[in-house]
């Protein structure tokens, strides 16, 4: 079965400090890989994303590194600040025949303290 | 803005039950999806639907059935609920870069 791994499950950050969340993956095929952030009692909302054909996507305090040849990806936040503290989710997307699937990590919920 | 709306954000139901949960989306996108989320387990895909009434099963179909008459609307279906479907439930739909538009997700208590 296609996995995703996903690494820390939980991560304290003081205010001001880098959060890096760490994914790996297995499949080959995966052709996009998106991070989603998740509030409390909402649904998850798309981040970042990034393709394969690219190390690094940057958008704000928000950055995606992707290392092809190990097979890994991460989540950088700059300067982390409390309205961060959410809980994010990395994923992998494959094309089948008849749609884009996602396979999503298991979630790494992120507390910012002040 | 996609808009993906669940039918409920809340619901208890008896085990036996059969169960009904709603996803409309507004964006016209051909695929839509539905997801449990439990703690520690992450998303996992029970159903997708390419199109109007085609459909395939995900990673954990089992006990789910999926209804899709129009495009805008996927419907999930528990038969015959049981306590191990407590869950939160998450409708999406996928746009055509890949992206999926989530809704705020049911959460299903079965007792």
């Known amino acids: 079965q296609q996995q995703v791994k996903q690494s820390p499950q939980s991560l304290i950050v003081q205010k001001g400090g880098i959060s890096i969340i760490n994914c790996a993956y297995e499949n080959t095929a995966f052709d996009y890989f998106p991070w989603y952030q998740q509030f409390p009692g909402k649904g998850p909302a798309l981040l970042i994303a990034i393709r394969p054909d690219v190390s690094e996507k940057k958008e704000g305090r928000f950055t995606i590194s992707f290392n092809k040849s190990a097979k890994q990806f991460s989540l950088h936040i700059m300067d982390s600040q409390p309205g961060d503290s959410a809980t994010y989710f990395c994923?992998?997307?494959?094309?089948?025949?008849?749609?884009?699937?996602?396979?999503f990590g298991t979630g790494t919920r992120l507390q910012v303290t002040l | 803005d996609v808009k993906v709306t669940q039918s409920s954000r809340y619901l208890v139901k008896r085990t036996g039950e059969k169960v009904f949960l709603e996803c409309v989306q507004d964006m016209d996108h051909e695929n839509m999806f539905w997801y449990r989320q439990d703690p520690g387990l992450g998303l996992r895909l029970i159903y997708f639907s390419y199109d109007v009434k085609m459909k395939e099963k995900g990673d954990i179909p089992e006990g789910y059935s999926v209804s899709r008459e129009k495009k805008e609307r996927f419907s999930l279906i528990l038969e015959s609920a049981s306590t191990n479907q407590t869950s939160m439930y998450l409708c999406?739909?996928?746009?055509?870069?890949?992206?999926?538009?989530f809704g705020p997700g049911t959460r299903l208590t079965v007792t």
């Open positions: 994923a992998a997307s494959i094309r089948t025949g008849t749609a884009s699937k996602l396979t």
């Open positions: 999406a739909s996928i746009g055509t870069r890949a992206e999926q538009y």
